[in-house]
Every structure is written in C-alpha cells, then in structure tokens.
C-alpha cells in the first residue's frame, strides 16, 4: 500500500510548489498518492509486456534528470529498440515537487546551455514513453534498478577553514532506509552521488542489510554499486553522461556484474570503456582523488599569482610558455575563485570520511583541505584590487558603482553553484560597494535573491560575511550598457566570449567615462590594458603583475 501517511507529513503548510517561472503547482493529496501508485502499476506492467527493464531514478535535479533522459533514451544494440522504462522520483517538497510536473509535460528541470536536453527529455517523454515522473517512494517496489542521485553535501562551518566542516548525508541516509524498505533484493541499487570513501559499504549497506532484515529477508543481500558522474555544465552536458569514461564497483560479485552490465547498456562504452575495480570505496576515492588533484594544482597557481603580482610578473605569459610543454598542457590559471558543485567540496569528504567513518584520529590530510581553503578565498583579493584600483583614483568601495560581469563559475555557462563571484560580491558589500550585475547565461543568481533558504536554511555563504541583507535584492540585468552605465569599477569575472570581445573603447563609452577595469581572469592582452590606460582608466588583475610596466610606458608616451 502507498506509504500516504509518512510522505503527507513533508508536505509543507503552504502545500504549494513554486517553479523557477513563477508557475504555482499545489503539492500531491493523500488522496493522490494511491492514484499516482496505480498509475505507476498499470504503466509498469505494460511496459514489462514489451520486455523493458524497470530503472527508478531518485533525484531529479542537476544529474538526475539528464540521466533519466540518457537511460530512457538508452536502446537495446542489437534490435535498436528501448529496452528501459525510466520512473524519475522526487521527493514532494515545496522547493522541488514542480519538477514532477514539469517531467511529465516533456520539460527539462534544469536550464542547460546543451542544446541536447530539451528535445531528449521531451522526445522519452511525448515520443517514446519511455520516461515518467512521480513522487510516491513505492515506485521502488516496481524497480529492477534504482539509480540515486541524492545530493550529497559538504557543510563549512567557517569561511576559509575546510576542516571546520562535516559531510551532509542525512538525506542520502533517509532515502537508502526507504530503499531498503521498498525494493526487492534482487534490485539493483547504483549509488552515483558524489560521497565520502566508504560509504557504500560502511553507511548504505548496513542500512539496508538491517532494513532487509526487518521485513523477514535475512538471507538476503543488497545489490549496491557505485559509479560516479563526470558532469560538466555546458554546451556538452548530456555527452559528459553517456559519451564519457565510467568508473564502477560493487558490494560483491554480483553487484558488480549487474552495474557492469546496466551501464554497458545505457552508456557510450564502445568508446569510452568502463574501468571496474574490486570495491565501491576505490570506485568513491577515485572521484574524490579525480576533484582533489584538480583543485590542489588550481590552489597551487594561485600562490604564484601572488608571486606575479608582487614581482612584476604576467603569470598568463608564463602558463602559456609552459603549456607549450605537452606534458604541463593542462595547467589552468584559476580565475576569482573554483567555483562548481565538486572541486570547493569534495577533498573535505574525503578527510571528514578518514576521521569519522574509518575512524583514523591521526592528521594525514595536508594538501587536500589547505587546496580548498585557497581556492576558497581566492575570491577576497579581487576585492583588494577593486579597493585599491578605487584608492587610485580618489575613490572607495563603500561610495563607488561596481559592475560585476560574470556570475557563473566557468565560462559560457549559467551555472552559479559556489561561484567565486559570489565572493566577490558579499566582500564588497560588506566593505560598503553599490553593485551591479550581468551575466548573459544567468537569469536568476538564487544564491543571493533566496539566500535565505538556498541552498538550504542557514547555508548561505551570507552567513559569513556581515552587510547582506540588501544583496537579496539584487537582480541581473539584461543589457549590458544599462549595467556598466556610471560604473567606477568593471569587474571582468568570468570568461564568457561576449566579455572577451568587448573593446577598451566600447567600455568606457558604455560607462559613460574612464574606470577602474580589474581583470580576474588573464582576459585582456596587453594591447588592451594599454588602451585602457591610454582612455584614463586604472587597471589591476589577478596575476598581472607586469601592469604597472605599461601604465608607466603608457605615461610616459
């Protein structure tokens, strides 16, 4: 029978569920939960009749619901025929519920620059019927496998401080109990959550060992694996899923067989083979490790950023002269901040998972979370250059205009999720500063309008920072002149191509006068900068520190 009682209590007083639009979805009945379930049942067993596989998808949000669409897109290789019918489940809260809706009308959740997922979920959805939305947990007595992309956190009690921190996992904790309450055992439950080491060995497993024994299956043992997502943001968002290399394990033989040849058949394995290893705390370390590297090296050039402004040097001229080199071809300049869902985070699970679900009292972690607490404040001394840039002029922070152009954490995309940025932004409002903003890719920053409750009560990065109450009220402007008109201060934040076309000259027209311009990510030549100075402005940036070499040749033309 549908579990009415238990998820009738999350709904909240309002019962309602706003959209990112504005459109308003009233939250599911007690009533509608046995409607919904024999909804499910009917579509299920018609489904089995054509021979498909049963895939729940828990969590429908950034990688959820495009990997719902690249399952229920999924076809057998040989026939060329869907062979899986994909149930995407989200819990009924008031910030999530309208997912269900928009799911079921064919809609992405998710904005994305990819051009791919609007017509992929639209086409499983309306053409297909491969992919259905519901918010009941008893679809999961219908699953042959679920797929959990529960979000997995890593809480930072202190800014700058990644130890003072611990991993959130309550929510991953509540939906493996229901699991375990609801599947059968020979289903097949894939962890593809981002979490700490040994978590599903040393935190799934027991779960739903204990909630398999209490339903009478002592015998019974969970078929739980790992595979970890290689998501990127961007104009290849769905490819980064189904066209990319996979790592997977399980629990034992079985499970490891069962995800090996679930993923085989859903994903680009042809060219991009899976890589199997003996245990899903390999399979979790690997993603950690993966994340820990790449921001270690980002926090490492950010040291001689430092050592280039002080000394002189353009560290964008040296990046380049060593990437030459195609063994150090990926070195990165790091821009304002390292901003995405997994690089600010994931090293600090991997030391939370050490000390608590190992038990290890020794310190081994050195690199990992001094690598995030850099990048985590790489952000403050933007705000430096914006002050000084001012200073230099006659002017301060707390009288000035900034506009801020970038939002996202990466270039070309709209994604905002712990964005350097938004440092930037609470540090100079907190020093007193008017801010203005643009980003083509952004229409709404939530991080600051619904700082109060996003990403979750109480885990604004406002709480760190004092003077916010007014960043709430901050909007993005559409036009770009609007947002640079009056402007003493441009910050260039984010290496979006419309920003990197943009011309000294167009810019201080824009502006209406000379400006202070801070470039925070290596986007003006030195032909630029000249100019600038020759228009009257003032120029910093991060890494630059061979500027004052022009604005003298400048000067003394």
């Keep these: 029978m549908p579990d009415t009682q238990a998820q009738a209590k999350e709904m909240n007083e309002a019962n309602v569920s706003v959209c990112p639009a ?30 498909r ?14 990997m719902a669409g690249v399952v229920a897109d999924s076809t057998d290789k040989k026939t060329g025929e869907p062979n899986k019918f994909v149930i995407g489940m989200q819990r009924p809260s008031v910030r999530s519920y309208w997912k269900i809706p928009y799911l079921n009308r064919g809609v992405a959740p998710v904005e994305a620059e990819d051009p791919e997922v609007a017509p992929l979920i639209e086409r499983c959805v309306k053409e297909k019927k491969t992919l259905v939305a519901t918010y009941t947990y008893d679809a999961l007595t219908l ?17 700058g401080d990644c130890r003072n921190g611990k991993a959130d996992i309550a929510a991953l904790e509540a939906s493996l109990a229901i699991i375990g309450e609801k599947v059968s055992p020979d289903c097949m439950v894939l962890i593809e959550t981002t979490v700490p080491p040994g978590t599903t060995e040393h935190v799934a497993y027991p779960i739903m060992k204990k909630a398999f024994e209490k339903r009478g299956l002592k015998d019974a043992e969970p078929q739980l694996a790992h595979s970890f997502e290689r998501v990127m943001p961007g104009r290849d968002y769905v490819a980064s899923i189904r066209d990319f290399w996979r790592v997977c394990s399980g629990v034992n033989q079985t499970a490891r067989d069962k995800v ?34 790449r921001a270690t090296i980002l926090a490492f050039v950010d040291e001689w950023s430092v050592f280039a402004e002080r000394n002189g040097v353009d560290l964008i ?38 000390h608590t679900l190992m038990g290890f009292e ?56 712990y964005s350097g940025s938004e440092i930037v932004v609470r540090k100079l409002a907190e020093m007193g500063g008017d801010m203005v903003i643009h980003d083509p890719y952004v229409s709404h920053w939530w991080e600051l309008e619904k700082q ?3 990403p979750a009560p109480g885990h604004s990065r406002a709480r760190f920072f004092r003077n916010q ?29 419309a920003y990197m076309e943009l011309e000294p000259d167009q810019v201080v027209e824009m502006v209406g006068r000379p400006t202070v311009v801070v470039d925070c990510f290596g986007m003006l030549d030195d032909d630029k900068i000249a100019r600038y100075f020759e228009l009257g402005c003032e120029v910093k940036g991060l890494g630059r520190g061979h500027i004052k070499r022009i604005k003298t040749r400048v000067l003394e033309k």
């Design 22 to 51: 504005g459109e308003v979805f009233p939250l599911p009945t007690k009533a509608e939960y046995e409607e919904e379930f024999v909804r499910l049942q009917e579509l299920v067993a018609a489904q089995r009749e054509m021979g």
């Design 53 to 66: 596989e049963i895939v729940v998808v828990m969590g429908v949000g950034f990688v959820g619901a495009v």
């Design 143 to 159: 699953a042959d496998v679920v797929v959990v992309d529960v979000q997995c956190d890593y809480d930072k009690e202190s800014f």
């Design 260 to 293: 090996e040849v679930f993923l085989s058949e859903v994903l680009n394995v042809d060219k991009f083979p899976l890589t199997v290893l003996d245990r899903p705390i390999e399979s979790e370390t690997c993603k950690i490790v993966e994340n820990s590297f």
């Design 317 to 354: 001229k040296v990046i380049n002269a060593i990437k030459v080199r195609p063994t150090h071809n990926n070195l990165i300049f790091p821009g304002p901040g390292i901003g995405g869902y997994c690089l600010p985070k994931d090293g600090g699970l991997g030391v939370w998972a050490y």
């Design 362 to 417: 020794d310190d081994i972690f050195k690199i990992t979370p001094m690598a995030i607490d850099i990048n985590d404040t790489r952000s403050l001394r933007v705000a430096r250059l914006v002050r000084d840039g001012l200073r230099n002029v006659g002017k301060i922070v707390a009288a000035s205009r900034i506009a801020i152009l970038g939002a996202s954490y990466r270039e070309d995309v709209g994604d905002t999720r």
């Design 452 to 454: 109060d409750t996003y």
């Design 469 to 497: 109450e007014e960043v709430k009220d901050l909007r993005m402007h559409k036009d770009l002149q609007e947002a640079l008109k009056g402007a003493d201060a441009v910050v260039l934040a984010v290496r979006h191509q």
